[in-house]
Each structure stands twice: as C-alpha cells, then as structure tokens.
C-alpha cells in the first residue's frame, strides 16, 4: 500500500555533513507528520527530527542546532540534513511517517516505516 524509500546514508568523518532522503509512495490520502528516528546497537529506537504538514519542526536535544528536517509535499519526500556530525550520531536512521490511506471499503490512519539506512560517523 505504502512504501517508504530511503537514500543518503554513508560513511562521513566527524564534522562532515549527510543528506539522508526518504520519499513516500503508494495509496496514500494524506501525510501528516513525518519523521526520522535512528537506533544505534544496544540503544532504543529515538525520535530525531519531526516535521508536520505545516512545516512545523521538532528536534531531539542531541541534534538541535546540527540537523535539519524539511519536506518537499509536492514530492512527498522528508529530507534530514546532517551538519556537525559526531561519532556518537552513528545508527540505522529510518523514516516514519503518519498518513491516512484508502483501503478496499474504508480510509485508516497507519504507521509506516522505511527499511533504513546506515550513517557511520568517524573519528
């Protein structure tokens, strides 16, 4: 019904810069937030960065100030842009996203994820 495609992870040396993509396909009716969460071995899955249909944004402390959320409706696509990166912002970053979608006799609200990508972060 609803994928989620994800581009942009790599290597970096600390102080470098990503631009993680995550484009939104399927059945949709409509995205409300979207989001990126990372989860590095060992720790929870965090919410990072979070975005509404308005453009309103919201950043984990860890990040503020370095990443950036923005989206792009007409694409239906969520980038992060990654400055200033640290050894400790290495993790699998997924996109999440809220959407209401259509299904075969009724529309729902649902969860979906993306299949993540790896960011390393070197010292």
């Known amino acids: 019904q609803v994928q989620l495609v994800e581009s942009g992870g790599g290597l970096v040396q600390a102080g470098g810069s990503l631009r993680l993509s995550c484009a939104v396909s399927?059945?949709?009716?409509?995205?409300?937030?979207m989001n990126w969460y990372r989860q590095a071995p060992g720790n929870y899955r965090e919410l990072v960065a979070a975005?509404?249909?308005?453009?309103?944004?919201n950043y984990a402390s860890s990040v503020k100030g370095r990443f950036t959320i923005s989206r792009d409706n007409a694409k239906n696509t969520v980038y992060l842009q990654m400055n200033s990166l640290k050894p400790e912002d290495t993790a699998v970053y997924y996109c999440?996203?809220?959407?209401?979608?259509?299904?075969?006799?009724?529309?729902?609200?649902?969860?979906?994820w993306g299949q993540g990508t790896q960011v390393t972060v070197s010292s």
């Open positions: 999440n996203t809220h959407a209401i979608v259509r299904g075969p006799a009724m529309m729902y609200e649902n969860e979906f």
């Open positions: 399927g059945s949709i009716f409509s995205i409300n937030t």
């Open positions: 975005i509404t249909s308005g453009g309103s944004t």
